[in-house]
């Protein structure tokens, strides 16, 4: 059975921080956090290749981080600082299994940040 579990979200105010997990239960090629406001589509927040490669998008560049734990490679992590309202989401963490040309995707229950003014 895989699995994706997050934690660590939480309410927190503008200017802080908080990191968040997530704990898989197999190892995934890359491995990402997408988030969905409410009212929106989800969206992609950053993602780690199994090789270390991460990418971010433009609105969390220079603020999060996403890492990977590198000796299970099964937890995943995303640190958040300077936190802004328009970061309040639902955060999920994604499994991506690459075959060929299909990709096998894997989604955890997702984990609500809020983010107050």
């Known amino acids: 059975q895989v699995y994706l579990v997050e934690s660590g979200g939480g309410l927190v105010q503008a200017g802080g921080s908080l990191e968040l997990s997530c704990r898989a239960s197999r190892v995934f090629d890359r491995m990402a956090w997408y988030r969905q406001a409410q009212g929106k589509q989800r969206e992609l927040v950053a993602r780690?290749?199994?090789?270390?490669?991460?990418?971010y998008s433009a609105s969390v560049k220079g603020r999060f981080t996403i890492t990977r734990d590198d000796i299970s490679r099964k937890t995943l992590f995303l640190q958040m600082s300077d936190l802004k309202p328009e970061d309040t989401a639902v955060y999920y963490c994604?499994?991506?299994?690459?075959?060929?040309?299909?990709?096998?995707?894997?989604w955890g229950q997702g984990t609500q940040v809020t983010v107050s003014s």
């Open positions: 994604n499994g991506e299994q690459l075959l060929g040309s299909y990709v096998d995707t894997y």
């Open positions: 780690i290749t199994s090789g270390g490669t991460s990418i």
